[in-house]
């Protein structure tokens, strides 16, 4: 039986590692990223992604790296799409070299 890992949003992660972590408001960290509250709003909600643009101002303001964050959306991204496309696989086959 195949185990899979509840696939959470990079936003919460964001949440719990940056704004809970250093005891920030959303309105606080959103301020220091120089983006809208509403922005990393939806982002911490899961109702937008971390972009590029994103992640290098959550790397210059708090450190890390910005391929952390991307990586992390990515990896959600690709797990979202595998999900719906197992559950509603296109008519297609793999072509088989001669």
């Known amino acids: ?3 899979e890992m509840e696939l959470i949003h990079p936003g919460e992660i964001l ?3 940056i704004v809970e972590g250093r ?3 959303i309105a606080k960290a ?3 990223l120089g983006v809208t509250r509403p922005t990393l709003s939806n982002i911490i909600n899961g109702k ?3 972009t590029p643009n994103i992640a290098l101002r959550v790397e210059t303001v708090f450190g890390g790296a910005a391929r952390f964050w991307v ?3 990515s990896s959600y991204d690709l797990s979202l799409a595998k999900k719906g496309f197992m559950e509603n696989p296109p008519k297609i086959a793999r072509y088989n070299f001669v």
């Open 15 to 17: 949440k719990i590692e």
């Open 30 to 32: 959103a301020g220091l």
């Open 23 to 25: 005891n920030l408001t």
């Open 71 to 73: 990586r992390l959306q």
């Open 1 to 3: 039986m195949k185990r």
């Open 48 to 50: 937008a992604s971390i």
